[in-house]
Antibody, heavy 119, light 109 residues
Framework: QITLKESGPTLVKPTQTLTLTCTFSGFSLSTSGVGVGWIRQPPGKALEWLALIYWDDDKRYSPSLKSRLTITKDTSKNQVVLTMTNMDPADTATYFC???????????WGQGTLVTVSS | QTVVTQEPSLTVSPGATVTLTCASSAGAVTSGYYPNWFQQKPGQAPRPLIYSTSNKHSWTPARFSGSLLGGKAALTLSGVQPEDEAEFYCLLYFGGAWVFGGGTQLTVL
């Protein structure tokens, strides 16, 4: 049974760096083809793909946010960490992490965590 | 930045058939864009429905089907049920990056 859960601060101030952790179970991020991605959704708006890390440590980022994002993995802890620098109120959103299998993109999702950016 | 466009909203009667589409500003959508479809209800995480154009997950109801139609990815609901009322998102692959569409709000009336 694959499960994922996001954790991190619920409130950050403008210009601060956001660090979110995705803790997962039911799969290994050392298995060929597997990946974990991050997606966000501002209140009342559409989903936006942010980043993806693969089993072999290959990393992909949204071109529009690439300069602000870093994704890393700790295979031994079954965790993936996303950092986003220079947070702005426009970054207020629910942040989801999701599993990617060798053939299927985002087949399992976490419940999401709401991050509010405000002074 | 590539833009993925969906119908903002559609209204359908129970039992009817409806098709949602997903277009790319880069041109015609093909199987190489690996179209995915997700359903999202308020307060919930997105639920995957279709991957790689037309493949269903084990939990996807039979009334949902995916295809390519007129240069777009398409999601067809045959025999819409009241519980299908939700926001639907497509996801396309652009050579290393993934882009979600703006979503279609499906209302069942």
């Amino acid at each position: 049974q694959i499960t994922l859960k996001e954790s991190g601060p619920t409130l950050v101030k403008p210009t601060q760096t956001l660090t979110l952790t995705c803790t997962f179970s039911g799969f290994s991020l050392s298995t060929s083809g597997v990946g974990v991605g991050w997606i966000r959704q501002p209140p009342g708006k559409a989903l936006e793909w942010l980043a993806l890390i693969y089993w072999d440590d290959d990393k992909r980022y949204s071109p529009s946010l690439k300069s602000r994002l870093t994704i890393t993995k700790d295979t031994s802890k079954n965790q993936v960490v996303l950092t986003m620098t220079n947070m702005d109120p426009a970054d207020t959103a629910t942040y989801f992490c999701a599993h990617r299998s060798a053939t299927v993109m985002f087949d399992y999702w976490g419940q999401g965590t709401l991050v509010t950016v405000s002074s | 930045q590539t833009v993925v466009t969906q119908e903002p909203s559609l209204t359908v009667s129970p039992g009817a058939t409806v098709t949602l589409t997903c277009a790319s500003s880069a041109g015609a959508v093909t199987s190489g864009y690996y179209p995915n479809w997700f359903q999202q209800k308020p307060g919930q995480a997105p639920r995957p429905l279709i991957y790689s154009t037309s493949n269903k997950h084990s939990w996807t109801p039979a009334r949902f089907s995916g295809s390519l139609l007129g240069g777009k990815a398409a999601l067809t609901l045959s025999g819409v049920q009241p519980e299908d009322e939700a926001e639907f998102y497509c996801l396309l692959y652009f050579g290393g990056a993934w882009v979600f569409g703006g979503g279609t709000q499906l209302t069942v009336l």
